[in-house]
């Protein structure tokens, strides 16, 4: 099973830094920052910080695991966290030196209900999972495992 790591990222305005996905011709649509647990990660955390490190320059304070989102060939641990300062130079992620992956930009969108319909966040679960919290009035740093 292919296991993966993702971030609701909080920035000091109490917004969510998400990517941007663009290529021409098509919709645009948003992920959360992060990507593959590689071999060399020491744990899911590890690979965490290393993904959201490449992918906007910034480390991580990791809250706790959110969610856990399982298909039939992937397994994708939500974490809560917070960023203080990012960057899109320097990124050093496989993809930004691609063209033909598009672009990625980070953008902050209000961690609301709907600001989060008022984008397409994927995957879709992702998304619904957020908003159904938000919509709740639920804390999402009281969701988060620190454990995890």
Not at 36 to 51: F, G, K, S
């Amino acid at each position: 099973m292919i296991e993966k790591v993702r971030a609701v990222l909080l920035t000091p305005d109490g917004m969510m830094l998400a990517i941007r996905r663009v290529w021409p011709g098509a919709a645009p649509f948003w992920v959360l920052p992060g990507g593959h647990v590689e071999p060399q990660d020491a744990n899911l955390r590890a690979a965490l910080e290393r993904e959201v490190h490449e992918e906007t320059c910034g480390k991580p304070r990791i809250v706790g695991l959110l969610w856990t989102l399982v298909d039939d060939h992937k397994r994708q641990h939500i974490y809560l966290a917070h960023i203080d300062s990012w960057s899109e130079e320097g990124r050093t992620g496989p993809e930004f030196g691609d063209p033909s992956r598009g672009e990625y930009r980070l953008e902050e969108i209000p961690l609301t209900a709907a600001g989060i319909d008022a984008i397409t966040l994927v995957p879709e679960e992702v998304a619904e999972f957020l908003c159904e919290e938000l919509r709740a009035g639920r804390d999402l740093a009281d969701l988060a495992d620190p454990l995890g």
